[in-house]
Every structure is written in structure tokens, then in C-alpha cells.
């Protein structure tokens, strides 16, 4: 794992200097402990940070073809760099390493921009074509890897974080207000997005040109639901089951010390176990969890590391550890979810015994593991009853059952289903994602005239839609799934897992997210997947082969911990301090009435407002941080 860099001129005639080159390589030393490198050419520059996974001696970059007219930087790792070589060496290409950099080279070389077709694995790397006069960027199909850039007429800047663009002192950090108002609604910002105007996110499954002072953005893959599998349900778990060996055996491909992330959910788990059978050593796994019987997995992980013997490790989590926010959220250039937090200390835990550690990531995604994927049903027969009837039966059974602040109570469950119930299609998942943070009514309360009239009418929603609508799904549920692949696990879940566990120099690997798995998923009908009641219904028949029964019964709950009491109690006096003298609010974006309201209205336990209260924390530290201290 690593972190790559660059500056590319238009002007032929300009050289890149080389001090940008350096401090852009220096913002990111984190990801890349292990050695470093850098290549100047006249109007091009790269920059590389290596964390040493495989072939350690012999994987410098920037790296370079035969006669020196083709330069790679790349972060990430491609699994089937092997069975790749064979085929290049075959047609005479010739290696000076062992790495699968140098396979990228060799692929780009024979197959153009098309090479990325080739590849299974987490990448993103850039590559200088000396002779096209042209530079190729790349990003995985999933996003597991991430790719900042800034382009304008003079220049194009690109790095694997935001802080390694804002080096270029002349880049303008403003405020992406559409970005802001994402994030409030969604907790992540949806691709190209960042929360600078001046800086964008590639997305996933999409590669990029810059030619000629021009730039050109193409996705290149993306994965079909319409085709279904035509076996039987028994032949897909078969056929799930040979998959999910051959994804994880080919993650265990490392040459320094491995282990398992282990939260007690079956997708971790499931990883964990099959990590056990495919490892010639006893493998290492590690857990978080907190003094809390509501957010608490660590028996259920202890209970899966006891079945398969591994050396297992735990961390408890306590409310002290938010002092570390302000350092989570420098960095991940951007305001952040409870769920950061968690990751950030796991990974911690985890580097001190181990590089690589897999996890998983995706399963959710994959195999239907929401809860709103069976509310989402639910309010669709909801839909069937006139509305009249619905919304007074609904209302009357609210009063009934007052603000509950506990983890998944029924009166939270039922203002949920009474909300979404007023929506169709894309809209209603939209809210269905954002109706515990900022509502449209929350935000016409909480923004200034100023910062509304800034926004121009534009809703947040259009980026769920945008995937919701797709044409690669012909049903509710599977467009549900997709949207969730598309957006919010790039966005939200690849993105904190990349910059948490790369703030540590960790390695993070998700074998769910091996794209064949994920085109083979697609087609399996969403009815094996959510049914009868239970999410996840075909991941765990299948899974019965390897995990303690406990496991394959109780409901999804993943890293968490009692954030809604810790802002009653704790973390009491640091909301006050921080909201009294806020920046967004003195420099006119925010209604301080407003922001008072349901600071007051969460610690005297009238409504639940721990997710907004989130939200507006971060915002404040991100602003206070990358806007009004810079």
C-alpha cells in the first residue's frame, strides 16, 4: 500500500518544481513509511510514499518501462499479478521485479487505457506516457483505493488524499457548499465531490485522460442486475463457497505479517474463518468493542476466534477517545462518521502486530444486510392502505410510544416508516438514508438565508437517484443494493477505511470486493437475499458451514458505540464549548437558535439528536481546521 502524487503542466515549456513534488510526498509519509521516489521531467512531476508488502527490496517507484517512455506511480495491490505475467512474459515483455507495478507497466504497454479491464485488485495509480504526451489515471472498480485531483487551464494536480493537492498554495480553499449539505444529509459526499470546489474525487470504476490541456473522464465498469442466476438456490451457495476460498486465498498474498479485522458480524467472521482454513500459520484477528450490552460484539467475535484457535486481540472503546477526533478528521481531509473513530483505534491495535489486515467490507452490500433494505418493503405494502388511514394510524401509534434514545427503539422505527411513508422510488431511499440526520425541515431551521441562496435549489438526492434509476436493475431491492454499492460504500465505508487504516500504514483488504464476487452476487435473485424476514438470508445458509450458530441468528449491528448518551454526559461540556463559539455560525452560515435547540433538546432527553449533533461537531472541526485556521 502506498500514496502517489503528481503535477502535470500543459505548457510543454514549464517545469514542475521540485519542491511541490516534495512537501505533496511529505502530506502523505504516513501511507508510505517505507521508502520513496519521485520523477521530474519538464512539465511533469510524480511523487510516491511505499508501505513494503510484496517484493520489499525491489519495488521503488516511480517505475518505469525499457526505454524509460512509460512512468508509474500506483497504490493498492492486483491479486492476480502472476497469472497476468505469464501471459506479458509469453508475449516478450521483460521484468527487472517481482511487483505488480511493473505488471501495470507491461499490461498498459500492450493494451492501452484498456488495461484496467485486465486487472483484479484495489489500485489507483497514474501513468506518463512520454511518447502520447499524455497522463493516465485510474481508480478501482469498487473505490477501495482512493484519487484526489485539481485541473485547470495551467495545471493538473492528482494525489491519494486532499491534503496532498492543498500544497499548491494558489488552489483556493473554499467551501463545496453542495458538498456540506451531502454530507449533513447523507454523512459522506457523494463522488466527484470533495468539500473544496477547487478539488474532486475520481469515481470508482472510472479512469481519467489529460491530454492537450484537456481532461476526459470515462467509467469503465460497472455490474448488471438484470441477468439472473439460472441455477438452484443450493448450486449458487456452492458455487458462493468456491468464490469466497479463491477471493480470500488470493488476499493472503503478502510477504510481512497478516491478520483479520473481527467485529462478530457474519461478514467478518465469515472472512476470519475462511483466513483460519487457508493459512499455514495461526492467524492473528482483532476486535473493538465497548462497556455497553447494546453496542458490545466482542463475545460473538471471541466466540468465532475460540472455534478457529486464532491469536485474538480486543480493544475497548471509551468516550475519552473522541479527543481524537480533530486528528481523524485531519485525515480524512473532511468532516467524519462515529464509524471513523472505530476504525481509527482498531487500526492502531491492529498495526502493532501485523501490516495487512483484512476485512469485511462489502457483504452488506452484496448479499442484502440493511435494515432499510426490509423497511424500505415494509412502507412499500404500507403504500397499498389510503393514505388517510396510513398516516393516522401511524401518528396515533407515535404518540403512543414516546422518544426512545435507545438503539433501534420502536418509536425511533416508527417516525421512520411515518416519513418515508410520504415518498416514492429514489426519494424515499434517499430519506430513508438521511431521515436520523438533517431532513429538508431540519436544514430550512438550521441554514442562513445566506448559505440557502448559496445552495440554488440543489438536493442532495439527485446523487442517490442518479444510481437509483440506473438501468442495470429492474427492482426495488436490487436497486437499493446497487445505489448503496455505487455510492455510499465508496464514499463512506472504503473512504474511512483507506484513511484510517493508512494512518497507521496499515494495509486494509476486502475480499468481498473482488469484482467477480460482485458480478456474481448481482445475479443472484434479490428474493434469496432478503426473505422471509431475514436480511442477509443466502450469506448465511451458506455460512452455517463455518460460524457458530449464535452468530447466524441475531441482527446486524457493526462498530458503534452509545454516542446518543455519551453528548448527555461526557462529551457534555466539549459540545457546549465547541457550539458556543462557533465559526459557521459567527461567519453567517448556521442559525446559532437552532444549533442551541437541539443541543438542549438531546441533553435534557426530549428527542434524539445524536446524529445531527455529529454532524455539526465535525463541521465545525473541519472548518475550524482546513478553512479558518489556514
Given at each position: 500500500m502506498c500514496g502517489i502524487c503528481g503535477k502535470i503542466y500543459h505548457d510543454f515549456n514549464r517545469s514542475v518544481e521540485e519542491p511541490i513534488i516534495n512537501d505533496m510526498m511529505d502530506s502523505i509519509v504516513h501511507r508510505g513509511p517505507d521508502d520513496e521516489g519521485k520523477y521530474l521531467n519538464k512539465n511533469v512531476g510524480l511523487g510516491f510514499r511505499r508501505l513494503s508488502i510484496i517484493d520489499l527490496s525491489l519495488g521503488h517507484q516511480p517505475m518505469t518501462n525499457e526505454d524509460g517512455t512509460v512512468w508509474l506511480v500506483f497504490n493498492g495491490e492486483i491479486y492476480n499479478h502472476q497469472e497476468l505475467r505469464e501471459i506479458l512474459l509469453n508475449k516478450g515483455h521483460i521484468y527487472k521485479t517481482k511487483t505488480d507495478s511493473e505488471t501495470i507497466i507491461h499490461l498498459y504497454e500492450e493494451f492501452g487505457v484498456n488495461c484496467?479491464?485486465?486487472?483484479?485488485?484495489?489500485?489507483?495509480?497514474?501513468i506518463w506516457d512520454?511518447?502520447?504526451?499524455?497522463?493516465?489515471?485510474?481508480?478501482?472498480?469498487?473505490?477501495?483505493?482512493?484519487?484526489?485531483?485539481?485541473?485547470?487551464?495551467?495545471k493538473f494536480l492528482f494525489g491519494s488524499e486532499v491534503k496532498t493537492i492543498l500544497q499548491e498554495k494558489?488552489?483556493?480553499?473554499?467551501?463545496?457548499?453542495?458538498?456540506?449539505?451531502?454530507?449533513?444529509?447523507?454523512?459522506f459526499i457523494p463522488a466527484p465531490n470533495t468539500m473544496f470546489n477547487e478539488i474532486k474525487k475520481l469515481p470508482a470504476g472510472h479512469f481519467l485522460l489529460v491530454k492537450d490541456g484537456k481532461l476526459e473522464i470515462k467509467q469503465y465498469w460497472k455490474p448488471s442486475y438484470i441477468e439472473k442466476y439460472k441455477g438452484t438456490k443450493q448450486q449458487a451457495i456452492e458455487e458462493l463457497d468456491n468464490m469466497m476460498a479463491e477471493v480470500v486465498k488470493m488476499r493472503l498474498m503478502s510477504d510481512v505479517p497478516l491478520g483479520a479485522f473481527l467485529?462478530?458480524?457474519?461478514?467478518?467472521?465469515?472472512?476470519?474463518?475462511?483466513?483460519?482454513?487457508?493459512?499455514?500459520?495461526?492467524?492473528?484477528?482483532?476486535?473493538?468493542?465497548?462497556?455497553?450490552?447494546?453496542y458490545n460484539e466482542l463475545p460473538y467475535a471471541k466466540a468465532v476466534a475460540e472455534k478457529y484457535n486464532t491469536t485474538h486481540r480486543e480493544f475497548l472503546i471509551k468516550p475519552v477517545i473522541l479527543d481524537i477526533?480533530?486528528?481523524?478528521?485531519?485525515?480524512?481531509?473532511?468532516?467524519?462518521?462515529?464509524?471513523?473513530?472505530?476504525?481509527?483505534?482498531?487500526?492502531?491495535?491492529?498495526?502493532?502486530h501485523v501490516t495487512v489486515a483484512l476485512g469485511g467490507d462489502g457483504g452488506d452490500e452484496l448479499f442484502g444486510g440493511y435494515d432499510r433494505y426490509h423497511g424500505n418493503k415494509f412502507v412499500s405494502y404500507l403504500h397499498n392502505i389510503p393514505e388517510?388511514?396510513?398516516?393516522t394510524s401511524l401518528e396515533t401509534l407515535i404518540k403512543i410510544f414516546p422518544e426512545d434514545f435507545s438503539k433501534k427503539s420502536l418509536s425511533q422505527k416508527l417516525r421512520w416508516l411515518n416519513h418515508m411513508s410520504s415518498f416514492d422510488d429514489d426519494?424515499?431511499?434517499?430519506?430513508?438514508?438521511?431521515?436520523?440526520?438533517?431532513?429538508?425541515?431540519?436544514?430550512?431551521?438550521?441554514?442562513?438565508?445566506?448559505?440557502?441562496?448559496?445552495?440554488?435549489?440543489?438536493?442532495?438526492?439527485?446523487y442517490i437517484g442518479n444510481y437509483f434509476n440506473d438501468d442495470v436493475t429492474n427492482n426495488y431491492l436490487d436497486a437499493m443494493m446497487y445505489t448503496d454499492l455505487m455510492s455510499r460504500l465508496p464514499d463512506y465505508t472504503l473512504q474511512i477505511l483507506d484513511r484510517m487504516t493508512m494512518a497507521h500504514s496499515l494495509e486494509g483488504r476486502s475480499p468481498y470486493l473482488d469484482h467477480k464476487l460482485v458480478?456474481?452476487?448481482?445475479?443472484?435473485?434479490?428474493?434469496?437475499?432478503?426473505?422471509?424476514?431475514?436480511?442477509k438470508a443466502i450469506l448465511r445458509e451458506y455460512s452455517k458451514k463455518y460460524l457458530p450458530p449464535v452468530l447466524l441468528t441475531r441482527e446486524k449491528q457493526g462498530f458503534g458505540f452509545p454516542l446518543n448518551r455519551w453528548l448527555k454526559n461526557d462529551l457534555k461540556e466539549m459540545i457546549n464549548d465547541v457550539f458556543s463559539s462557533s465559526k459557521l455560525i459567527s461567519d453567517g452560515y448556521f442559525n446559532r437558535n437552532y444549533v442551541n435547540k437541539i443541543k438542549d433538546e438531546h441533553q435534557k432527553g426530549i428527542v434524539d439528536h445524536q446524529m445531527r449533533i455529529w454532524g455539526l461537531l465535525n463541521m465545525e472541526l473541519w472548518y475550524n481546521s482546513f478553512i479558518t485556521n489556514k
Open positions: 484496467v479491464d485486465h486487472l483484479r485488485g484495489m489500485f489507483a495509480f497514474a512520454n511518447n502520447k504526451k499524455q497522463l493516465f489515471i485510474a481508480r478501482d472498480r469498487l473505490g477501495e483505493k482512493p484519487l484526489f485531483y485539481h485541473f485547470d487551464n495551467q494558489n488552489i483556493e480553499r473554499s467551501i463545496n457548499f453542495e458538498a456540506m449539505d451531502c454530507y449533513l444529509s447523507l454523512r467485529s462478530g458480524g457474519i461478514d467478518s467472521s465469515l472472512i476470519a474463518s475462511l483466513i483460519s482454513l487457508k493459512s499455514e500459520s495461526k492467524p492473528n484477528t482483532f476486535s473493538i468493542g465497548v462497556v455497553d450490552d447494546d477526533l480533530p486528528k481523524v478528521i485531519d485525515m480524512m481531509d473532511e468532516p467524519t462518521d462515529p464509524f471513523a473513530i472505530s476504525v481509527y483505534n482498531i487500526s492502531q491495535v491492529t498495526r502493532q388517510i388511514i396510513r398516516k426519494r424515499r431511499y434517499f430519506e430513508s438514508m438521511s431521515f436520523f440526520r438533517f431532513l429538508d425541515k431540519n436544514k430550512n431551521e438550521l441554514y442562513s438565508s445566506d448559505l440557502q441562496s448559496k445552495l440554488n435549489g440543489d438536493h442532495p438526492s439527485k458480478e456474481f452476487a448481482a445475479t443472484l435473485p434479490p428474493e434469496w437475499k432478503v426473505s422471509n424476514g431475514k436480511l
